[in-house]
């Protein structure tokens, strides 16, 4: 099982960071739940002294995600939310950052309400007008955090224009890669420094773990990940690795579904009389499809409708039989939510309404279900509209 140097993206997301297990040959990486490791003598050991700061199957998983993601390492935590704050972690007090005006509600919530603690300071701009990204930097910023596609209004920002922008003023380039996965975006090669991911959502796929990842590219970062991973120990369990090593073997067969899916679905509600707007990047008559294009080997499961009123939209999402009325996205089956009062509650009414974030804004992960059943659940929901 030797990984050639020109393998291919579905043989990688197989077979990076796994050998066969060197005690017994186990083709899958086992599972390995120990708290501490037996030394043979006194400053003689395996590589392994305790499982907060080293552990196989998160090491395999860490290998795997940064070779899918084409970075130098990869260094996993608890969750989306943990990496991030890891992140957070290579600034120093007095740092500013500039992010996506309409980033993940939690990772806006540890900048406005942990790290401003701290003087840590932060400006959200849309990104995808760097001309506001250039107006936001400050002598005193060190870093822009990007999301895209966006969630839930799908606005995308120039990867390659952001990093030239970025390393022209010094800055680190980081990229939430969560809603693409690197199936279909791959930061990296647009010169992302880093990388992140609730690997919560499709990296794992199927809604029965939480974690997440910091894939790094320089090696300064790289250490300085390891060292707080370990120094403040919100590590990913060797069950959540081995899970999500289970779900990157299948992330291009599932991303290729559920891109089908997605596309499939935004078409349909797209010429539905009862859907006033669709946002979905892989429609033409989304503003950035061009840039999508360029930028996404595909397009996703992701994708939100405006069905005109808080009603309305009630009314969908209490009709849908197949689609789980629920937060999350990424997994294989179908999730449907109310950004307004779920995942972006937190959002103040009048910042939600200039992000497009209306009351009558619906939000669909489409899993990988027969597109038939999906739709005919969709049309018997808007019947009722
Ligand atoms: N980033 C994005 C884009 C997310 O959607 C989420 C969670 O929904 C997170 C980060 C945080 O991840 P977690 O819930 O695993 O902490």
Redesign the pocket.
């Known amino acids: 099982m030797k990984l050639g140097r020109n393998a291919r993206f579905s043989t990688i997301c197989l077979h990076a960071g796994q050998e066969p297990d060197p005690s017994t040959g186990a083709i899958i990486t086992p599972i390995y739940q120990t708290s501490t490791y037996v030394q043979e003598e006194l400053g003689r050991h395996k590589g392994y002294e305790y499982a907060r700061t080293q552990n196989p199957t998160r090491e395999a998983l860490e290998a795997n995600l940064a070779a899918i993601e084409g970075g130098r390492g990869g260094i996993a935590f ?7 704050n890891a992140i957070a972690s290579l600034l120093e007090s007095g740092d500013h950052v500039v992010m996506s005006d309409n ?5 806006y919530r540890l900048f406005d309400k942990v790290l401003s603690r701290y003087r840590l300071s932060f400006t959200s701009v849309d990104t995808g007008d760097l001309d506001q990204v250039a107006r936001a930097i400050t002598p005193a910023t060190r870093m822009l955090f990007v ?1 895209t596609p966006s ?1 839930p209004v799908m606005r995308l920002t120039d990867l390659r224009a952001a990093a030239d922008l970025a390393h022209h003023r010094g800055l680190r380039l980081v990229v ?1 890669n ?2 693409a996965s690197p199936c279909l975006q791959r930061p990296i090669e647009f010169g992302a420094d880093l990388v ?6 499709y990296l794992n796929g199927h809604s029965d773990s ?3 990842v910091v894939i790094a590219t320089r090696d300064d970062d790289i250490e300085w990940l390891k060292f707080v991973q370990n120094a403040a120990g919100a590590i990913l369990s060797p069950f959540d690795s081995w899970l999500v090593l289970r779900g990157t073997k299948t992330l291009p067969v599932r991303m290729a579904q559920h891109s089908a899916n997605g596309m499939a679905l935004a078409q349909f509600l797209a010429s539905h009389p009862k859907v006033r707007h669709v946002y979905y990047p892989g429609l033409p008559s989304h503003p950035q499809y061009e840039l999508a294009c360029r930028q996404m080997r595909g397009f996703g499961g992701m994708l939100a409708f405006e069905t005109g009123s808080l009603e309305a939209a009630a009314r969908v999402l209490k009709s849908v039989r197949l689609m789980a009325l629920a ?4 997994g294989v089956e179908t999730l449907i939510s109310h950004p307004a009062t779920m ?1 972006h509650a937190s959002v103040p009414a009048d910042h939600r309404r200039e992000l497009g974030i209306s009351d009558g804004l619906v939000r669909i992960s489409a899993g990988i279900e027969d597109i038939a059943d999906l739709q005919e659940d969709l049309a018997q929901a808007l019947d009722k509209v």
């Not at 608890?78 to 991030?84: E, Q, T």
């Not at 937060?327 to 990424?330: A, H, I, K, V």
Request: aromatic share 6%; proline share 0%; glycine share 20%.
């Open positions: 608890a969750s989306g939310m943990a990496a991030i980033v993940y509600g939690g990772t999301e969630n939430d969560t809603f992140t991911h609730s690997t919560t959502k939480v974690g997440g937060e999350s996205l990424g995942t």
